[in-house]
């Protein structure tokens, strides 16, 4: 651990700065403003870190910029060039891990027994899931074909396949596939009995065929029997999927298999999403944008078309399934891609259950982890290929905030889950994302219990259960001025862009002070009711005395008084004075919204306004 | 009465009306004076009343026998009539035609509503200078209540009464009304309790090519400076625009004659060019088959949310430099009534909570736009789909209210009032029963005897029942200076009015009535806690004399 003071940190946006001491320790980037009274702390975490930069030598010192994954940019300048050298080696040493050993996952201790580990790792049960749906049922069985991981290495243990699917078939089709990832069952809608399934492509080339794959095709279309045809949906766009068959690959070819409604989706390839991400981050990181700049930038980004492709992918098999019930077979080339995010978002549309807190985990644990999206290249975890990064989870998220600006009660857990989720999916300070063995599991930490420890933070307060009655399918508008930039996600550390008043808490605070205040009425009942108080009369709880301040309103008000100006810092201060501090890539504290944890230590605390100084600038 | 010979046929039985988002409703169409009226003439279903005033167009279609009328308002909102027979269906529409482009504002409805409910406080008096400058009086002694524009004969734009320094005589506010366009002279528009900067608003000054000068202008405006102090000027326009306007007489201050301000020119467009936003930016919002690149280009063509940023922006600067800089702020542009308007009442939201109060807020409008001379009539003669030669139309007040609740989103608890509001007086702008928004300057309105002859939408808009709709249940009032964040990121486009007909709000209503829900229950629980309290105080001092013994 190394310390460095007199470190400038300069505000993104504009000329502001503030001083304080970085410190460097073997998991985080720490740096703490000197300024005693509201010492604002800001700890990164190395796996966030994209890229360290060093910029030519200022008068004032050596600037050296840190990109993140969770979109955080920093830019530090260090009063002696040797110190800025030292910090800049140690972190390209420390950003890039080159053995799972390393990732912060394996340090991370919160102070849980081995059971309580054990229980956090037991949360999520997709055999139990399979259960919900109604899987295993008379035309939808398990199988054990991949009991040793030997047909398919990608996928999960446990598959599930039609009845009519014998091990031979399964056996040929996956040879016919690419990588072995045969079609299997993700999603089964029990009303119309229609099923979602998902694989990779067929090596059919210019006209190689397999009977087995069309035989598995058959079959799944036989365990429906509401609907003759299946919908077979490439998620690639044409030109994609024809260029494939040069390469042996390609897609069914509708004479070969009968009943099938083949259709292409056309959403684009991982190197076309990463291109868009950094093109709308360069953007957006612009200083002074101008409006035109921004939204010419937005359309040139591509980043919104893409986000729509991708609904539009899973509308159309929410369609096929509720509208004419029919089963849907979704893949794209290896089927861990834009395969694992229209299969997720559909399920998500279809079933109510996945809009919940609990649902959303298994949800990724089912379409995500276990079906192997291939987090640690996407996300860039271990042993760097530029080549495989790409926002693919990413965008699945924003997929979902998207649907909860259009149905806001339709989701038990509001953005800051969502943000939380893809803090987590970089951070590598769980286990989930890491990979999928059991001796992984031995060592490190699930985030699903993590995060449901903290599950007071991510509820939505308009949340209601009934919504799901009267809406158990979303039908999402997909009109283009539905989708709107999503301001939190990408710029959730610049705080001078975010409203600075936030309903979501507020109202967030009044039900948590509400369902308080249903406990003091009960208590002050039983209390108060005559035979009750002369035999309780001396104990009383604390809390009930007479005159207790209910809302401290008064103090707050001061508080606010006391910021009329600009006291900008005091929100980000983490309750870090006094108090252990566990060592975390990311607690709520210390990202941009830590004024939501804030609130509920005092509860009943109406939400503070902290104001700051405006963006306008004075350019005269 | 005259306007029987413009209704050729004023009913027609079977007519379909098609609204988005709401069933088909199949009725009786009716056209009176001015309104437009169709009925299903069953109880449960909603009748339509359209002011003729609110149609900005028409157009006409014909499938055989059936005629179908699209009816544009200016409200934005787009309706389809189905009517059967051609002969009916032109007469309907080239009445619609006729009674919509009346140009006699004694012609309008307001001079021939009729309240249906009782008025308690009338709205005319909402606003009076003379108390307004009691408060003022209250905190500084440095000014004045002027009467020099009592007969409306030194700046017909101005009111009668107006706030100037107290050391400038009414002759050399005569001098100096000269040297500003249209008799626009500097008045005050803001007094910053705070520290006792001011921001006043004039139009710009007359120095034309040679560079003329007024001394009792150089005089009036450093009145307000305290000793040693500087102010600053911000001219709305461009230097380019601002050099361009000495050609025709006008110009800006030269910084030789006003050594103790300094200039700052922004980028506010000038209202026609407005209008062209407003115009692209609806076609735009209406078009349905966009792409997602076609949506965001075509949003970027509009430049609406660029003029909303720079706005926003101009009022952030002037109040910044009353509230940071500690100095006073002198804001023009060209005539005065437009961009100036949005930057002085902006500014006002951003300092003073007061104009974030329901009241507070109408009397900013009263004050900074309908006293202050903003060309409502003219402004607002014709919205988005007007096929008209555009004259000077201009959504100067609707970019107002948009960049309102531009900081309305962003500090959703400092308001009293919601969106409900802004989007009412937007329409109400537009199209009215209220004569509020009639004429274009006190001067007009007093001649058309509007306070006598038409009832104020105050007086509307202040009753309990109506204001119901309008208040914001988040509201904590807080005595800050707001700062809003100005980046383009932070600024959204006001789907409440423009995409306010093309979508659903449905779950967007529903989510907001559970908010609601929540914040009641809040006051209804600690209402409880409260009086279980007071109970249980009572018991125990009952209870206590037996104890003690």
């Known amino acids: ?620 | 009465m005259e306007f029987a010979e413009l209704i050729k046929t004023p009913r027609v039985d079977g007519v379909d009306l098609h609204r988005p988002f709401m069933p088909t409703v199949e009725g009786t169409l009716c056209l009176t004076g001015h309104h437009l009226i169709l009925s299903s003439r069953q109880d449960n279903t909603e009748e339509l009343w359209l002011l003729h005033a609110n149609i900005d167009s028409i157009e006409k279609r014909f499938v055989g026998s059936l005629g179908t009328i699209i009816v544009k308002c200016k409200d934005l909102r787009v309706i389809q009539l189905d009517i059967p027979g051609m002969e009916e269906c032109l007469n309907i529409a080239s009445s619609i035609e006729a009674l919509s482009t009346l140009d006699s504002v004694s012609l309008m409805y307001p001079f021939f509503y009729r309240p249906l409910f009782e008025v308690i406080e009338d709205g005319w008096q909402l606003f009076v200078p003379e108390e307004a400058f009691k408060d003022l009086e209250s905190m500084t002694d440095e000014w004045r209540l002027s009467e020099v524009n009592k007969d409306f004969s030194v700046c017909p734009s101005y009111p009668s009464l107006l706030t100037v320094p107290k050391d400038i005589d009414d002759e050399s506010l005569c001098k100096a009304a000269s040297f500003r366009h249209g008799g626009r002279f500097p008045v005050l528009s803001y007094y910053h309790k705070k520290n006792g900067m001011v921001m006043m608003r004039a139009a710009q000054p007359l120095t034309g090519t040679n560079g003329r000068r007024c001394k009792e202008d150089e005089k009036l405006i450093n009145a307000t400076l305290c000793a040693g102090k500087r102010g600053y000027i911000i001219d709305t326009r461009t230097i380019a625009v601002a050099q361009q306007a000495k050609a025709r007489g006008g110009g800006f201050e030269q910084e030789a004659n006003y050594p103790q301000w300094r200039r700052i020119h922004k980028a506010i467009e000038r209202s026609n060019v407005l209008q062209d936003s407003l115009i692209k930016l609806v076609e735009a919002c209406n078009d349905q088959s966009h792409s997602m690149d076609r949506w965001l280009s075509k949003l970027e063509a509009s430049n609406w949310q660029s003029n909303v940023k720079e706005i926003l922006t101009t009022a952030c600067l002037a109040a910044q430099c009353i509230d940071r800089e500690g100095a006073s702020v002198l804001v023009h542009g060209t005539e005065g009534t437009d961009s100036t308007l949005q930057v002085t009442s902006l500014a006002q939201i951003i300092l003073d909570p007061a104009c974030r109060t329901i009241r507070g807020f109408e009397v900013l409008i009263e004050r900074e736009w309908l006293q202050a001379g903003h060309p409502f009539q003219q402004r607002c003669a014709q919205s988005a789909y007007s096929n008209g030669k555009p004259r000077s139309e201009a959504p100067v007040f609707l970019l107002f209210l948009d960049c309102v609740w531009q900081i309305l989103r962003q500090f959703p608890c400092s308001f009293q009032f919601n969106e409900n509001l802004l989007i009412m007086f937007f329409e109400h702008a537009y199209a009215s029963q209220f004569g509020t928004f009639l004429g274009n300057c006190v001067a007009e309105r007093v001649k058309l005897q509007l306070s006598q002859k038409t009832v104020s939408l105050w007086s509307w808009v202040n009753r309990p029942q109506e204001l119901e709709r309008f208040l914001n249940p988040l509201y904590e009032p807080n005595n800050l200076v707001i700062w809003p964040s100005v980046a383009p990121q932070s600024l959204l486009l006001w789907e409440g009015v423009f995409l306010r007909w093309n979508r659903s709000t449905k779950c967007l209503d529903e989510a907001c009535q559970e908010m609601v829900h929540i914040i009641e229950y809040n006051k209804e629980l600690q209402n409880k806690v409260n009086s279980l309290r007071r109970q249980l105080a009572q018991l125990e001092t009952e209870e206590s004399p037996l104890q003690t013994p």
């Open chain 1, 1 to 620: 651990m190394c310390h460095i003071k007199q470190v400038k940190l300069l505000d993104r946006f504009s000329n502001k700065s503030v001083t304080g001491t970085l410190h460097l320790t073997a998991t985080h980037l720490i740096f703490v403003e000197s300024n005693s009274t509201s010492a604002q702390e800001i700890w990164i975490l190395h796996h966030h870190i994209a890229s360290v930069e060093k910029l030519s030598l200022t008068t004032s010192g050596c600037p050296l910029l840190i990109q993140c994954r969770n979109f955080r940019l920093v830019h530090f300048v260090i009063p002696r060039e040797r110190d800025c050298h030292d910090i800049y080696s140690s972190l390209l040493r420390l950003l890039r891990p080159v053995s799972y050993d390393e990732l912060y996952a394996f340090s991370y201790n919160p102070k849980q027994n081995d059971q309580q580990r054990e229980e956090g790792w037991q949360l999520i049960d997709l055999a139990a899931e399979f259960e919900r749906m109604g899987v295993p049922c008379d035309q939808w069985q398990l199988t054990d074909v991949n009991r040793e991981y030997k047909v398919c290495e990608t996928y999960p243990r446990d598959l599930y396949v039609p009845i009519t699917a014998s091990k031979p078939i399964i056996i040929g089709s996956s040879k016919f596939r690419s990588k072995g990832r045969f079609p299997v069952l993700t999603y089964f809608y029990q009303e119309k009995k229609a099923a979602v399934c998902r694989c990779s492509q067929p090596l059919s080339g210019f006209s190689a065929r397999c009977l087995e794959d069309e035989h598995m095709l058959q079959a799944i279309s036989k365990a429906n029997h509401n609907s003759r045809y299946i919908y077979v949906m490439d998620t690639r766009p044409k030109l994609n999927a024809l260029a494939n068959r040069a390469a042996g690959k390609g897609y069914e070819n509708e004479d070969n298999y009968p009943n099938i409604r083949f259709q292409f989706v056309g959403i684009e390839n991982i190197h076309v999403m990463r291109g868009s991400l950094q093109k709308l981050l360069e953007v957006m990181g612009t200083r002074s944008l101008s409006m035109t700049d921004y939204l010419v930038g937005l359309e040139n980004s591509g980043w919104l078309r893409h986000i729509k492709a991708i609904m539009d992918a899973a509308i159309f098999l929410a369609k096929a399934v509720t509208d004419e019930g029919a089963s849907v077979l979704v893949h794209c080339s290896d089927g861990w891609d834009r395969t694992a995010q229209v299969c997720a978002l559909g399920s998500l549309l279809l079933d109510p259950y996945y809009r919940t807190i609990k649902g959303f985990m298994v949800l990724i644990e089912k379409d995500w982890i276990s079906f192997g999206h291939k987090f640690a290249d996407r996300c860039d975890q271990l042993d760097p290929d530029p080549k495989e990064v790409s926002p693919i989870f990413t965008q699945f998220l924003e997929c979902v905030w998207q649907l909860t600006e259009q149905f806001p009660q339709a989701f038990e857990f509001s953005e800051w889950f969502l943000i939380q989720i893809h803090e987590h999916v970089h951070s590598c300070q769980f286990g989930n994302f890491l990979g999928n063995s059991q001796r992984l599991k031995e060592r490190t930490y699930s985030l699903w219990a993590h995060l449901l420890s903290e599950k007071q933070n991510y509820l939505n307060p308009v949340y209601s259960p009934s919504f799901a009655e009267s809406h158990p399918v979303l039908e999402p508008s997909t009109q283009a001025y539905h989708f709107k930039f999503w301001r939190n996600m990408y710029h959730q550390y610049d705080r001078s862009m975010h409203p600075r008043q936030s309903i979501l808490k507020h109202v967030l605070t009044l039900k948590e002070s509400n369902r308080e205040l249903e406990g003091t009425v009960q208590a002050l009942k039983t209390v108060s009711s005559p035979q009750q108080f002369e035999r309780s009369h001396p104990p009383r709880p604390q809390s009930l005395i007479l005159g207790a301040p209910l809302l401290s309103r008064k103090e707050v008000q001061q508080e606010e008084d006391e910021e009329v100006f600009g006291e900008e810092a005091r929100e980000d201060a983490p309750a870090s004075t006094g108090g252990e501090r566990t060592v975390e890539g990311s607690s709520a504290t210390e990202n941009g919204y830590g004024e939501l944890k804030g609130s509920f230590d005092s509860k009943n605390e109406p939400a503070v306004v902290t104001l700051e100084f405006g963006v306008a600038r004075m350019t005269c």
